[in-house]
DNA sequence: CGTTGTTTTGACACTAGTCAATGGGTGTGG
DNA sequence: CCACACCCATTGACTAGTGTCAAAACAACG
């Protein structure tokens, strides 16, 4: 609708501590947002970039979310991950200029752009900025470890659990409450994410709720009893 | 048993163009070397690092493998991953100076340390390091992206057959035949890693011995039919 | 109000986990 | 050099947890 979409400025972004200017001087983040582009938003489903497209820059979640996926060898999307406000999309591509994943938006949402050649000269300028760079891309490796860990090795129970209160610190790292919040992705998607079937999800939301430890209507999810939730993930944890 | 290990040179390395020192010059590599230092061979179950040890340092396997493992909530270790010749380990203790899994031998096997504080330095005199350690982070981001992929959707069978051909590509990488290796783990620890039973993994080498795919006695594994592991992983990779 | 897509629920099948027993290698000490 | 113990790997029997398929309930949208 905006036909020219209002300039960003990290130095306002209330997000900019959770995002690539954090630990910049002012005058070092007036730098960096001058070569920052705006997008227009995308929506439900619109593709921010497919697998083994050119990588041109980096996107940083200005609002909504995205799911990064994949085509496995049935057809069908296999979901790898998620991205809220703050966080930075295509970090996989650093490696070499290709995106090795799919990116598309799960409701309507904005990024930032960073063109990557821009970033690049602006990093050797800029130590701060290279730091934080380095820093974000080694959060990324730990976050993935996360995920491997509760791939590999969980029941059905943890890994709905688990799904839940990542979302929880998620949102709340954002400022928002971390007891109730919608979930933007389908269960088809959650199932996909988890390594389960979609039927699995609904049976293990159903079976929390029974329990009163959530409530579920539709996408909206309140936790009702955070300790018990957390005691079905590390059930030992009093020892 | 030798007193003073030999000064290590990265000029005369065979794995220097898997490892840092790719597409340095050669200059930038003598002053690379200059921050090396040598750490004596680690045996066996012998810990590099443990999970919350602060980090004064990244590795790179010289010779050879290390297993990334934590310890879940039933005190049970659980395996993340496998590091071969080439390779760098440390990479998410960048984010905060901590590791964040712990790290042991699975044979006989030696390290290179580089310096945090030293090698920090040397990236800003040196853009071509500061570029390549981006893109080995980049990269470690993507392999994790792979295991992520494995883990979540498969069956046993799929899984081991990955597991051996991604082995087969990493050996063949480092200049060893791609067709007969020997496993340096255990079969708990490539359950563990797979996120399935010892038991699923004796079976599943079984069945794949008793279709003449391959051929096992005891660690030693021979791929005796490539396209057929492969179509296992892709089974209309045709279309 | 009908269409469509998503979620839930039920019935059943099947994969992989668990438990237990056996077999095979390796290493140590007599 | 052999015997024993220990660890690891294999195999079998049984079970539990998920997946699959199908149908129904529900919400969203035009």
């Given at each position: 609708?905006?036909p020219?979409p209002?300039?960003?400025?990290?130095?306002?972004?209330?997000?900019?501590d959770?995002c690539?200017?954090?630990g910049?001087q002012?005058?070092?983040?007036?730098?960096?947002?001058?070569?920052?582009?705006?997008?227009?938003?995308?929506?439900?489903?619109?593709?921010l970039?497919?697998?083994?497209?050119?990588?041109?820059?980096?996107?940083a979640?200005?609002?909504?979310?995205?799911?990064r996926?994949?085509?496995?060898?049935?057809?069908?999307?296999q979901?790898?991950?998620f991205?809220?406000?703050?966080?930075?999309?295509g970090?996989?591509?650093?490696?070499?200029?290709?995106?090795?994943?799919?990116v598309?938006a799960?409701e309507?949402?904005?990024v930032?752009?960073?063109p990557?050649t821009?970033?690049?000269?602006?990093c050797?300028?800029?130590p701060?900025?290279?730091?934080?760079?380095?820093?974000?891309?080694?959060?990324?490796?730990t976050?993935?470890?996360?995920q491997?860990?509760?791939?590999?090795?969980n029941s059905?129970?943890?890994?709905?659990?688990?799904?839940?209160?990542?979302?929880?610190k998620?949102?709340?790292a954002?400022?928002?409450?971390?007891t109730?919040?919608?979930?933007?992705m389908?269960r088809?998607?959650?199932?996909?994410?988890?390594?389960?079937s979609n039927?699995?999800?609904?049976?293990q939301?159903?079976s929390?709720c029974k329990?009163?430890?959530i409530?579920v209507?539709?996408?909206a999810?309140v936790?009702n009893d955070?300790?018990?939730?957390?005691?079905?993930?590390?059930?030992?944890?009093?020892?």
């Amino acid at each position: 609708m905006t036909p020219c979409p209002p300039k960003t400025s990290c130095l306002t972004c209330r997000l900019s501590d959770l995002c690539l200017p954090f630990g910049l001087q002012i005058d070092e983040v007036e730098t960096l947002e001058i070569i920052i582009k705006n997008k227009r938003p995308l929506r439900l489903g619109e593709l921010l970039f497919s697998k083994n497209d050119q990588c041109l820059g980096l996107f940083a979640v200005k609002s909504g979310s995205f799911r990064r996926f994949v085509i496995n060898a049935e057809g069908i999307e296999q979901s790898l991950g998620f991205y809220l406000p703050g966080e930075l999309i295509g970090l996989d591509a650093l490696f070499d200029g290709r995106f090795t994943c799919s990116v598309d938006a799960l409701e309507t949402s904005s990024v930032c752009e960073l063109p990557l050649t821009r970033l690049n000269e602006l990093c050797v300028k800029i130590p701060n900025l290279q730091y934080q760079l380095t820093r974000i891309l080694s959060k990324e490796i730990t976050t993935n470890h996360e995920q491997m860990f509760l791939l590999s090795n969980n029941s059905a129970k943890i890994k709905v659990a688990t799904f839940l209160l990542m979302l929880s610190k998620r949102y709340g790292a954002l400022g928002y409450s971390h007891t109730q919040f919608n979930l933007s992705m389908p269960r088809q998607t959650i199932a996909s994410f988890l390594g389960l079937s979609n039927e699995t999800i609904s049976r293990q939301l159903t079976s929390l709720c029974k329990e009163k430890i959530i409530s579920v209507n539709q996408r909206a999810v309140v936790i009702n009893d955070f300790i018990s939730l957390q005691a079905i993930i590390e059930p030992c944890h009093n020892k």
